[in-house]
T-cell receptor
């Protein structure tokens, strides 16, 4: 089955701890994205990557880091510098297709602070 | 003014009703438009893409008015299973293979009741 997987489904973070969220896709998509969703708000872009070994900051990158060592994988680390990390984190991927680019989402990871 | 604005609702309609959602966007250079459906605690799923003046898929019709900068989604003969949050998404993409930033509305909640 082709698709986007995210793990874990739920993640608990202690204060001062870094945690890493996994995102894998087997769709052979070029681009991958991380979003954060808070209740009653639209999705906000954290980081994106169009090609292996390259990534760009989105609108709310502070307190987060990413890597793109393989086309299929785009892990997100929530660092201790992110003071309000509780949210629903969504990974997406797309083929770079200009105006017809469409993003598809993984099932998400809920991060909760203990 | 928000870049993408939706009426958050909630819209409560009986089965079989016709319901319409509107969405306005602020950037006139926006190139493509999407409606995503998001069920409670799940990831957004693509419902429709809108590249020209409109698109129809069964009970769902999306229309685009570039002059007035709004997109609408019409759902006919509502089903209980249509209950979800509907996200309006705008892609500011100038074409080619460059990344086009997606901007998400906060979503419109629809509840269809028996």
């Amino acid at each position: 089955d082709g698709g986007i997987t995210q793990s874990p489904k739920y993640l608990f973070r202690k204060e001062g701890q870094n945690v890493t969220l996994s995102c894998e896709q087997n769709l052979n998509h070029d681009a991958m994205y991380w979003y954060r969703q808070d209740p009653g708000q639209g999705l906000r872009l954290i980081y994106y990557s169009q090609i292996v070994n390259d990534f760009q900051k989105g609108d709310i990158a502070e307190g987060y880091s990413v890597s793109r060592e393989k086309k299929e994988s785009f892990p997100l680390t929530v660092t201790s510098a992110q003071k309000n990390p509780t949210a629903f984190y969504l990974c997406a991927s797309s083929i770079l297709a200009g105006v017809k680019e469409t993003q598809y989402f993984g099932p998400g990871t809920r991060l909760l602070v203990l | 003014r928000k870049e993408v604005e939706q009426d958050p609702g909630p819209f409560n309609v009986p089965e079989g009703a016709t319901v319409a959602f509107n969405c306005t966007y602020s950037n006139s250079a926006s190139q493509s438009f999407f409606w995503y459906r998001q069920d409670c605690r799940k990831e957004p799923k693509l419902l429709m893409s809108v590249y020209s003046s409109g698109n129809e898929d069964g009970r769902f019709t999306a229309q685009l008015n570039r002059a007035s900068q709004y997109i609408s989604l019409l759902i006919r003969d509502s089903k209980l299973s249509d209950s979800a949050t509907y996200l309006c998404v705008v892609n500011l993409n100038a074409g080619g293979t460059s990344y086009g930033k997606l901007t998400f509305g906060q979503g419109t909640i629809l509840t269809v009741h028996p």
